[in-house]
């Protein structure tokens, strides 16, 4: 019983984690750049821990007779998004060295566990996935099996974000090119300025 729930939990969280977001491409430029790693993906997993912990205990519900507090996050979000966007259109307009060039240290601990924590926390679409949607999901189940289900939806987490922080260096040869850097960039600013517009048109539900 406890196995079923958390195998649930699991591939539930995976299937919300996984999808491509804001967070996850940071957390995949970081890897490439190979800047603070570790504490990018310890960062990123615990915050989804904390979320998904606090749905399953049911805070969501506090969530939900808070919409201003998910506009605020919404239009916080939005302008966060549009910066990095812009500054991602920004490097890709003028190039970047190779990655051979790149050292680790360039940027400091306190300005990625800064931007991580901008990706992870100003994002209303994390609070109502993994907070939200897991802690309904959660209320299928009861007593331990409840937790059996989150402790699934937790690994899925870290699973994902070790599997992207350091599977990522798969791709170095392909990264030690210029030109391969300003593609990305141009990639993530286009990606990020959509969900800026997104976040900003579609109503938070």
């Known amino acids: 019983m406890y196995l079923a729930a958390a195998t649930t939990g699991f591939f539930s969280g995976a299937g919300l984690i996984i999808a491509i977001g804001a967070q996850n491409a940071f957390v995949l430029r970081q890897s490439l750049e190979r800047r603070h790693v570790g504490l990018v993906i310890s960062v990123c997993a615990l915050g989804d821990i904390l979320f998904i912990v606090c749905g399953v205990a049911g805070i969501e519900a506090l969530v939900r007779t808070w919409p201003g507090l998910l506009q605020l996050l919404r239009f916080g979000g939005a302008a966060f998004l549009a910066v990095y966007g812009l500054m991602a259109a920004w490097r890709a307009w003028r190039g970047q060295a190779a990655l051979t060039q790149t050292a680790a240290g360039a940027v400091s601990r306190r300005r990625?566990?800064?931007?991580?924590l901008a990706f992870t926390f100003l994002?209303?679409?994390?609070?109502?996935?993994?907070?939200?949607?897991?802690?309904s999901l959660s209320t299928q189940y009861g007593g331990l099996t409840r937790w059996a289900f989150a402790a699934g939806a937790c690994l899925a987490s870290v699973t994902w974000f070790l599997s992207l922080g350091y599977g990522a260096r798969l791709l170095l040869p392909v990264f030690r090119r210029p030109a391969a850097w300003r593609v990305l960039d141009a990639l993530v600013a286009a990606f990020m300025l959509v969900l800026c517009v997104l976040m900003l048109s579609r109503p938070l539900h």
């Open 112 to 116: 990625v566990v800064l931007a991580c």
């Open 123 to 135: 994002n209303p679409h994390v609070y109502l996935d993994t907070m939200v949607l897991l802690g």
